[in-house]
């Protein structure tokens, strides 16, 4: 009778067996399918083909343009000295234009041809009917702001943004991997507290059954007889609501995954060996600003900030723009007669422009843009204050959590050890049942602590992974 009741203890305490998924495959399946893993890959390929557009605007541009064009003048006959009478005209330009932009001084070169077509309408037409303009060759030079490049600085903010949204799709799969980190964790320990449950009614139930054979032969008290029976009831509200806690993490990781739901005899592998992270704070500093998307974010933002400075720079004062028009141009009053002879001709012109008075707004302009600059460079230092922070923490909590880890560990197989000699000493009846239920509470309280710091390691762990990328 005392083996079968130790028999019968010590088998209450196995888990039960079933089909296991390890974390790295519930972190696979998360990566793949969640709705937020399709948002950032989207937003990166939107990035991306943004940048293409970027880089061939920067490339020669070739444009066919078709411009009509209507005009009708009113002049007042009954006056001598009105020299433009009453017409209508109607005129077509079409230009074909082959462009560049000087990315190394800020202008646009550009090469091409025009020919403009012009048909009057006049009641005493005193000139010609019908005119052609064309220009077989023209070649030019136009920039409207001297000193000022904005190639230089759209490239600049451009490959940073670029780079933030490498980092940024990165960074957001890292943070998948955290967030089913999480749930995983969340549905195995729901799990253990059900596998205990489950040994604890079985237990329960074994011990109340052997107990009322016991009674009837005057071997158990009432009132262990009684004690047993709400030990049994108690573990069966505790199987009730394990239960309940386990389907609803189980729902939760079914939803995270976009999966119908898992199966109900899906089992989690709890990872049990822990990585081994030799990597210094000032190491983990380093690679954490090397691949922060926030950070690439906030530089992008503070190269703009600047970029607008020196533009409202140049602005505040006198304004000079240069345009230069060389080519070859004829009229004629037939299509043939504007190609014959044509002459050379060069326009060059500059632009001055010197505000007089403009109640301050280009130097206020400067001052608004300076200080938005100014606040960029402040959030950046913020963005680098908290990701340090973060690092630092990340790596005192993964440390902690190692040595937690260690510390259960050694906790569950003492717990182990006792609960099995305390349950030889009950069927041998060495001890009473509440010896034998305590030990089985430090057992369940041991293997729950030990649960609880595997998931705080490996959520740790993830999360550090998630700001240094590191393999």
């Known amino acids: 009778m005392r083996k079968l009741l130790f028999g019968l203890l010590i088998l209450c305490g196995l888990p039960l067996p079933g089909r296991a998924q390890s974390l790295d495959e519930i972190?696979?399946?998360?990566?793949?399918?969640?709705?937020?893993?399709?948002?950032?890959?989207?937003?990166?390929e939107f990035q991306l083909q943004k940048n293409a557009r970027f880089e061939a605007l920067r490339k020669p541009q070739l444009t066919l343009d078709l411009i009509p064009n209507y005009q009708r003048m009113i002049g007042d006959l009954s006056r001598s000295y009105v020299y433009v009478r009453n017409y209508d005209r109607?005129?077509?330009?079409?230009?074909?234009?082959?462009?560049?932009?000087?990315?190394g001084l800020g202008g646009e070169a550009y090469v091409g041809s025009r020919f403009l077509w012009s048909e009057y309408f006049a009641h005493d037409q005193a000139g010609r009917p019908r005119e052609f303009l064309a220009t077989p060759l023209i070649v030019g030079y136009q920039q409207s702001l001297l000193g000022y490049n904005p190639y230089r600085w759209e490239k600049a903010v451009e490959d940073q943004r670029l780079e933030a949204a490498r980092r940024q799709l990165s960074y957001e799969l890292h943070l998948i991997a955290e967030e089913a980190t999480r749930r995983f964790f969340r549905l195995a320990c729901a799990q253990g507290m059900l596998d205990m449950c489950e040994r604890n009614q079985q237990t329960a139930d074994t011990l109340y059954a052997i107990a009322r054979e016991k009674a009837g032969i005057a071997m158990v008290t009432l009132a262990e007889l009684r004690?047993?029976?709400?030990?049994?009831?108690?573990?069966?509200?505790?199987?009730?609501?394990?239960?309940?806690?386990?389907?609803?993490a189980r729902e939760s990781l079914a939803a995270y995954l976009r999966t119908p739901v898992l199966p109900a005899?899906?089992?989690?592998?709890?990872?049990?060996?822990?990585?081994?992270?030799?990597?210094?704070?000032?190491?983990?500093?380093?690679?954490?600003?090397?691949?922060s998307a926030a950070l690439q974010q906030q530089q992008a933002a503070l190269t703009?900030?600047?970029?607008?400075?020196?533009?409202?720079?140049?602005?505040?004062?006198?304004?000079?723009?240069?345009?230069?028009?060389?080519?070859?141009?004829?009229?004629?009053?037939?299509?043939?007669?504007?190609?014959?002879?044509?002459?050379?001709?060069?326009?060059?012109t500059v632009t001055l422009s010197v505000p007089?008075?403009?109640?301050?707004?280009?130097?206020k302009g400067h001052a608004a843009a300076a200080a938005w600059a100014s606040r960029e460079e402040m959030a950046l230092?913020?963005?680098?204050?908290?990701?340090?922070?973060?690092?630092?923490?990340?790596?005192?909590?993964?440390?902690?959590?190692?040595?937690?880890?260690?510390?259960?560990?050694?906790?569950?197989?003492?717990?182990?050890?006792?609960?099995e000699l305390t349950a030889e000493n009950y069927a041998n009846g060495l001890c009473d049942i509440n010896t034998y239920s305590l030990a089985q509470n430090r057992r369940d309280?041991?293997?729950?602590?030990?649960?609880?710091?595997?998931?705080g390691y490996w959520t740790t762990y993830y999360h550090l992974l998630t700001l240094t990328q590191h393999e």
């Open 27 to 44: 972190i696979r399946l998360a990566q793949d399918s969640t709705l937020t893993a399709f948002q950032s890959r989207y937003a990166y």
């Open 90 to 103: 109607f005129s077509t330009l079409t230009q074909l234009t082959l462009s560049q932009k000087v990315l």
């Open 227 to 248: 004690s047993l029976e709400l030990q049994r009831l108690n573990a069966a509200n505790a199987l009730l609501s394990a239960r309940n806690e386990e389907q609803l």
């Open 265 to 291: 005899g899906t089992r989690l592998a709890v990872p049990t060996a822990t990585d081994q992270v030799l990597l210094t704070d000032d190491e983990a500093l380093l690679m954490a600003r090397a691949h």
């Open 304 to 348: 703009e900030a600047r970029h607008q400075e020196e533009k409202a720079r140049k602005e505040r004062g006198p304004k000079v723009g240069v345009g230069l028009d060389v080519g070859m141009q004829q009229l004629g009053s037939t299509f043939s007669a504007a190609y014959q002879h044509p002459q050379l001709y060069m326009v060059g």
């Open 356 to 363: 007089l008075m403009d109640h301050g707004a280009a130097r």
């Open 381 to 419: 230092q913020e963005v680098e204050r908290a990701l340090s922070e973060d690092v630092h923490i990340t790596l005192d909590n993964l440390r902690s959590h190692r040595q937690l880890l260690a510390h259960t560990a050694e906790a569950v197989a003492m717990a182990d050890e006792v609960f």
């Open 445 to 455: 309280e041991a293997y729950n602590q030990h649960l609880s710091a595997l998931a």
